[in-house]
């Protein structure tokens, strides 16, 4: 398969009900590219049921040990049915990969979703990952380790009545010249190459030779056509600016280089990319 294209997209699942969404996404990427989709369905271990640090008479911690294996086979049970009822609405063939055709596998991991994200995802084209729920505080360490620790790129999915077939047909670029932005263009050149527009966001302040301009004429030597559109960055935060452009352009993906500083450091203080994180109401590509 060309390089220029996505051939593993993962996406982890636990059940909290929000994996539907984001496998709309992956499924319309995975269609584009003729890519396969790793559902990877994550469900705690044994131990990680019992009480810490209380010590259990054997009998209890047998009868723990059974319920939980008999709710592991019903929940996979009806899992594998509402998966196999979305990928056939998505369109995806239930197979393993066959070159040029969109095929998806759910895979069960026992252990935690980070855990998973570890596992499979360092061997993805793209992590897909539903945006973090503050209010039911939920997956933000999911965001962060598939950011951190997987060195791959990672498209979160904010929820949405119904994903457009051409969401990803018009890219945004948030350039400003940084190892991590850098890092954005080349891990998520399969998106960029594949897009019908790409519009470079910059405010023009690079801190150094790699400008805009120059990104621009990157691209072209790949034969990838782009357009540049500079803003004024204003007092206050630079990432909502990014979305607000994004959207005047009319484009469906906005790709970043992500948390300059430390995750902890941007979430405690707002800094860009957590307001990007925070207030985004369409796909991210970011990558660290």
Known sequence: ????????????????????????????LAKRDGARVRVVHCHPKTDDLMPF??????????????????????????????FRGLIRLFGLAEQDYEPGKATSRLIEYEGKQVDAVRHYGRLADLICVPQPDPKMDLGSQTLKTALFSSGRPVMMCPPQDSVADDFADHVTIGWNGSIEASRAVAMSMPLI???????????????????????????????????TRKFTARTGNVGEQLLAETRD???????????????????LFGGNSQAVVQKADFPIIMVH
């Open 53 to 82: 640090g209380v010590a259990l008479p054997k009998i209890v911690r047998e009868q723990i040990e059974k319920a939980a294996a008999q709710n592991v086979d019903v929940n996979r049970e009806r899992l594998l049915e509402e």
């Open 1 to 28: 398969m060309s390089v220029s294209k996505l051939h593993t997209i993962m996406l982890p699942v636990r059940d909290d009900g929000k994996g539907d969404n984001v496998l709309a996404h992956a499924a319309i």
């Open 193 to 227: 190459a594949s897009a019908k527009s790409v519009t470079i966001l910059s405010t023009g302040a690079t801190g150094h030779d790699a400008t805009p301009e120059q990104l621009q004429r990157y691209l072209e030597l790949r034969e990838i056509e782009s357009v």
């Open 249 to 267: 352009a009319g484009a469906g993906i906005l790709i970043m280089g992500a948390y300059h500083e430390s995750y902890e450091r941007e979430s």
